[in-house]
């Protein structure tokens, strides 16, 4: 056997086991009895030093020397191995293991913390959270950037000062749309309850509509929605809210954007490195693009508005153009999570300029708290009333997530693009989705962008899918189309 047949083979076992302990992460969160975290914490770290061992086996390293690639598809096989076995290779065992032990732990912290929104009996848990991230950055960087090195767990390619100008130039637009959409009055909240079980029968049809299948997949309730899982079993979540159920809805359509990408990847690349969503920014725009420039757009919410109408009989809302009106809502609440098409870039930028200080050493976790609030007041005109609408809100930094907020706004900037590509490619998008049919333009994306898995890095991969080098500016162009019509601006 080759070298590179020999590598293939080890990593397709490591794959699988992999998948198994994804699994296992969904069954904690959907079927597990309550008594069971004790065991079921072991049986993860158990899978877990198996998987560390094979990441790091010694043997790699001599069969990556040896390896050759014949063409694309191996060569990117090689370079995904070659940047799992030198990251996991970095990072002494030691302190791999203190960055786990740690991560169990401070999550625990974190949500008594936050459920007394009692920032300071979480500040010594995050300090200490930094100060291991920043030492396995180092050992990452090589005397590069500590964030950058960071970020390249979840968006292989890009840096912070590429970021922080994409962002720059992205923050007055969004400010100015925001200031001039709140000028205007918006509609009233729905005031009505509906059924779970209805919420659930129509987040199923919903996942159907958008090409979800069920026969490799499942979706179940759960405290937050996610999509776990790739190939032939992703698995998704979602919950129900009476008094919300765009919640519900929009939810199951974010997870099925994601578990769509992963079902597209081309079979082939099961149990490859190829075979999972390239990077964290990519799968959003999936999720992203699905949940609102498909799913909150005029012609679908005119198609769901008569679906609710038959689950749900009147609830309120006269006709189509008035429920797109309500779907489209803009609000300035605290929540990230909550928040509409026009806050949720502000969220997400408030996050990475904090976090960025944070691993550079230029604020302290005793300041975190007083800057959260004052940046929340001067981005969104309203003081935090309660910690656990502000520094709390999110687990990330408690599982030592650093440089994963970000990649939601990449996720949006990329959908951005990616649907002026759809639009010009699917000339009657319109009309189908007033239909309830949105294959040309998911079919579209698994054709151009899905298929491909990890074949090509995070950024090539949207800008073979869109013709186009990506920027912010489709983005912003639809937002100010899309609520400048809304709002009469
Ligand atoms: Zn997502």
Same mark, same amino acid.
């Given at each position: 056997?080759?070298?590179?047949?020999?590598?293939?083979?080890?990593?397709?076992?490591?794959?699988?086991?992999?998948?198994?302990?994804?699994?296992?992460?969904?069954?904690?969160?959907?079927?597990?009895?309550?008594?069971?975290?004790?065991?079921?914490?072991?049986?993860?770290?158990?899978?877990?030093?198996?998987?560390?061992?094979?990441?790091?086996?010694?043997?790699?390293?001599?069969?990556?020397?040896?390896?050759?690639?014949?063409?694309?598809?191996?060569?990117?096989?090689?370079?995904?191995?070659?940047?799992?076995?030198?990251?996991?290779?970095?990072?002494?065992?030691?302190?791999?293991?203190?960055?786990?032990?740690?991560?169990?732990?401070?999550?625990?912290?974190?949500?008594?913390?936050?459920?007394?929104?009692?920032?300071?009996?979480?500040?010594?848990?995050?300090?200490?959270?930094?100060?291991?991230?920043?030492?396995?950055?180092?050992?990452?960087?090589?005397?590069?950037?500590?964030?950058?090195?960071?970020?390249?767990?979840?968006?292989?390619?890009?840096?912070?000062?590429?970021?922080?100008?994409?962002?720059?130039?992205?923050?007055?637009?969004?400010v100015d749309l925001r200031a001039q959409v709140l000028a205007e009055d918006g509609?009233?909240?729905?005031?009505?309850?509906?059924?779970?079980?209805?919420?659930?029968?129509?987040?199923?049809?919903?996942?159907?509509?958008?090409?979800?299948?069920?026969?490799?997949?499942?979706?179940?309730?759960?405290?937050?929605?996610?999509?776990?899982?790739?190939?032939?079993?992703?698995?998704?979540?979602?919950?129900?809210?009476?008094?919300?159920?765009?919640?519900?809805?929009?939810?199951?359509?974010?997870?099925?954007?994601?578990?769509?990408?992963?079902?597209?990847?081309?079979?082939?690349?099961?149990?490859?490195?190829?075979?999972?969503?390239?990077?964290?920014?990519?799968?959003?725009?999936?999720?992203?693009?699905?949940?609102?420039?498909? +799913?909150?757009?005029? @012609?679908? #919410? $005119? !198609? %769901?508005?008569?679906?609710?109408?038959?689950?749900? /009989?009147?609830?309120?809302?006269?006709?189509?153009?008035?429920?797109?009106?309500?779907?489209?809502?803009?609000?300035?609440?605290?929540?990230?999570?909550?928040?509409?098409?026009?806050?949720?870039?502000?969220?997400?930028?408030?996050?990475?300029?904090?976090?960025?200080?944070?691993?550079?050493?230029?604020?302290?976790?005793?300041?975190?708290?007083?800057?959260?609030?004052?940046?929340?007041?001067?981005?969104?005109?309203?003081?935090?009333?309660?910690?656990?609408?502000?520094?709390?809100?999110?687990?990330?930094?408690?599982?030592?997530?650093?440089?994963?907020?970000?990649?939601?706004?990449?996720?949006?900037?990329?959908?951005?693009?990616?649907?002026?590509?759809?639009?010009?490619?699917?000339?009657?998008?319109?009309?189908?989705?007033?239909? +309830?049919?949105?294959? @040309?333009? #998911? $079919? !579209? %994306?698994?054709?151009?962008?899905?298929?491909?898995? /990890?074949?090509?890095?995070?950024?090539?991969?949207?800008?073979?899918?869109?013709?186009?080098?990506?920027?912010?500016?489709?983005?912003?162009?639809?937002?100010?189309?899309?609520?400048?019509?809304?709002?009469?601006?």
């Amino acid at each position: 056997m080759s070298a590179y047949d020999q590598l293939m083979a080890y990593e397709r076992v490591t794959q699988a086991l992999g998948s198994v302990a994804g699994r296992t992460g969904w069954d904690q969160e959907t079927m597990m009895p309550a008594g069971s975290a004790a065991l079921r914490a072991e049986e993860m770290a158990a899978l877990e030093e198996v998987l560390h061992a094979r990441r790091t086996n010694p043997k790699l390293g001599d069969l990556l020397e040896a390896a050759e690639s014949a063409d694309d598809v191996s060569r990117a096989n090689l370079r995904h191995i070659r940047r799992s076995f030198d990251r996991a290779t970095k990072v002494p065992a030691t302190l791999a293991t203190a960055i786990a032990r740690h991560t169990s732990k401070g999550q625990g912290i974190w949500a008594a913390a936050r459920a007394e929104n009692d920032f300071a009996s979480f500040a010594p848990t995050l300090t200490e959270m930094i100060r291991l991230k920043r030492e396995e950055a180092a050992c990452l960087a090589a005397g590069g950037d500590l964030y950058d090195a960071l970020l390249d767990d979840y968006e292989p390619g890009v840096t912070g000062a590429e970021l922080q100008s994409m962002f720059d130039r992205m923050r007055p637009r969004l400010v100015d749309l925001r200031a001039q959409v709140l000028a205007e009055d918006g509609p009233a909240p729905i005031d009505h309850a509906f059924d779970e079980a209805g919420q659930m029968a129509l987040s199923t049809v919903l996942a159907r509509t958008f090409g979800y299948d069920l026969e490799i997949g499942r979706i179940d309730k759960a405290v937050h929605p996610f999509s776990s899982g790739s190939g032939t079993d992703v698995r998704i979540t979602t919950r129900t809210s009476p008094r919300d159920p765009f919640n519900c809805f929009y939810s199951t359509i974010h997870e099925v954007g994601h578990a769509c990408y992963e079902q597209g990847i081309d079979r082939a690349y099961e149990l490859t490195p190829l075979g999972a969503g390239v990077s964290m920014g990519v799968h959003e725009s999936q999720s992203r693009i699905y949940e609102n420039q498909l +799913g909150r757009s005029r @012609a679908f #919410t $005119g !198609w %769901l508005f008569g679906q609710m109408r038959d689950q749900f /009989g009147d609830f309120g809302v006269a006709d189509e153009d008035a429920f797109y009106r309500v779907v489209n809502r803009v609000g300035s609440g605290y929540i990230r999570t909550e928040a509409d098409e026009v806050h949720y870039n502000l969220h997400v930028m408030l996050r990475f300029d904090l976090e960025r200080q944070l691993v550079d050493g230029r604020l302290e976790v005793a300041d975190l708290e007083e800057a959260w609030n004052e940046r929340f007041a001067a981005d969104f005109g309203t003081a935090v009333d309660v910690a656990s609408n502000g520094v709390l809100q999110d687990v990330h930094w408690s599982f030592g997530l650093f440089g994963y907020f970000p990649t939601y706004t990449l996720g949006n900037v990329y959908a951005g693009c990616l649907y002026q590509s759809l639009r010009g490619a699917v000339p009657a998008l319109d009309d189908q989705l007033a239909k +309830g049919d949105t294959s @040309a333009a #998911t $079919g !579209w %994306l698994r054709e151009n962008l899905q298929q491909f898995g /990890g074949l090509r890095e995070p950024r090539e991969t949207i800008r073979h899918a869109c013709g186009f080098e990506p920027t912010e500016a489709p983005l912003l162009d639809y937002l100010d189309a899309k609520f400048g019509a809304l709002y009469g601006l």
